[in-house]
């Protein structure tokens, strides 16, 4: 099949710099939905397809009435995130998951459905295996993430949380993660759009809510028997829910899903979602912060004032800081240790480095200490400091210019723990 490479400038808009990265669009077949399907990656600047560590990837999800090309800021905010040393070199995969019209939306949910496609399976299974063929990506677990926004949202969560064992972070925007609030968010709405008094005959033409509601049908409860739309929809003529096409439904429900996972076993969960979402998001959020919380599965949630969509400029940056932090959290080097009463170790200053930086940190007790460098695949590249010193504030100066660009860890320990950091060298 034919590959279409193109260079373009790629502007990072919050610090005004402009950086020059490879954007590739490729087809490939997909064996789940039994089609050719358009993806597109993103390769950071100074991409080498023969560096022996490869490059982690994280797998992003688009909204409806999108497509692979839609959201390119989240490849714009990757490079200014890069280039300022916040995260490590990555690639950013974008399949597409359009083609399936509800009047107002178009997008096949991310699901895997007879109506639709199997969708979910077309990103777990075939795009994965295809994006690790075609570029040096590191194919480890702990080195792979997925995320997205509004149907991308809830694709990226349910992907994470049916599969643990595949991603190790997923961060959601504006995502429907909690399927108890369709009910007190959406239902009345859905009642305010039809024109008529009851009984009332569902289409997805009737208003925005309402067609969105026949989009998750086709995902949620097709049935291929049941023309014209070829779905169960979950309401009856009178407005009120069919118990036996709710059950359908909440199969999917990010937050039941969430209850068949240990603790232990989830992966690193994002998700944010502004005050005045336009599709009534926020309380599907908060709501599922609340359970996540009722079942101890760590995850970090943020409430913002904002609409759908119009910040996700501002967002972006600390998904894509939680992924890359989610990525390095597990390494041959340990898992870093902060708060311990009476020993910090500081930020390095200047990050990142192109001469010489400064290490500080502060020590409880005296006592043998060490202070090394490793790469990000755990390999030690240098040891800047073992010997006995005295308890309190110590200062480091480091020379960079021997090693190569790239992101690296900084490991203090001493007789009472240690603690781990990250720095990023440019030449």
């Known amino acids: 099949m034919k590959r279409l490479s193109i260079t373009i400038l790629l502007l990072a808009t919050c610090w005004a710099i402009a950086v020059q990265a490879t954007v590739e669009n490729f087809e490939f077949y997909s064996e789940s939905l ?36 839609s959201y390119v800021s989240v490849l714009t905010t990757l490079a200014a995130e890069i280039a300022a040393g916040r995260v490590e070199p990555m690639i950013i995969i974008k ?51 997925i995320m997205g926004h509004s149907m991308g949202a809830f694709g990226a969560m349910q992907a994470a949380l049916n599969h643990p064992d595949l991603f190790c972070a997923v961060a959601a925007h504006s995502g429907y993660l909690r399927f108890r609030e369709f009910i007190s968010q959406h239902i009345p709405v859905m009642i305010d759009e039809q024109a008529t008094d009851p009984p009332w005959e569902w289409t997805p033409s009737t208003g925005v809510i309402t067609s969105a509601w026949f989009l998750f049908a086709g995902g949620f409860s097709p049935n291929l028997d049941n023309p014209p739309y070829y779905v169960d929809f979950p ?73 759908h969509g119009s910040l996700l400029d501002e967002r972006f940056p600390i998904s894509l800081n939680f992924i890359d932090d989610a990525m390095n ?70 020379d960079a210019s021997g090693l190569p660009a790239g992101m690296y860890l900084y490991r203090l320990e001493t007789a009472t723990g240690h603690e781990v950091r990250k720095l990023s060298i440019v030449h």
């Open 235 to 307: 309401l009856d003529s009178a407005g009120e829910i069919v118990s036996e096409v709710w059950v359908r439904w909440l199969e999917h429900d990010p937050a039941a899903l969430a209850e068949s996972i240990a603790p232990e076993e989830a992966p690193a969960i994002y998700f944010d979602c502004g005050t005045e979402d336009g599709f009534f998001l926020h309380p599907f959020n908060v709501s599922f912060d609340g359970h996540l919380t009722a079942l101890g599965i760590d995850h970090e949630w943020q409430s913002y004032v904002g609409d």
């Open 95 to 145: 399949p597409n998951g359009a083609g399936c019209n509800w009047t107002y939306f178009d997008g096949c949910g991310w699901t895997n459905s007879e109506l639709q496609g199997d969708y979910e399976d077309y990103v777990v299974f075939d795009v994965v295996a295809e994006a690790e063929s075609r570029y040096n990506i590191d194919a480890r677990p702990e080195k792979r993430a």
């Open 329 to 398: 959290a597990i390494s041959p080097v340990g898992d870093p240790e902060p708060g311990r009463e009476g020993q910090m170790l500081f930020a390095n200053a200047p990050n990142p480095v192109g001469g010489s930086t400064q290490f500080r940190f502060n020590l409880a007790q005296s006592g043998r200490v060490s202070l090394n460098l490793y790469d990000v695949s755990g390999r030690l590249r240098e040891r800047l400091l073992d010997r006995e010193l005295s308890a309190g504030e110590h200062r480091l100066q480091w």
């Open 34 to 69: 039994g089609e050719d399907r358009q993806v597109l990656a993103y390769l950071p600047v100074g991409y080498d397809p023969a560096d022996p560590d490869g490059y982690p990837a994280i797998y992003f999800l688009h909204g409806s009435n999108g497509n692979h090309t």
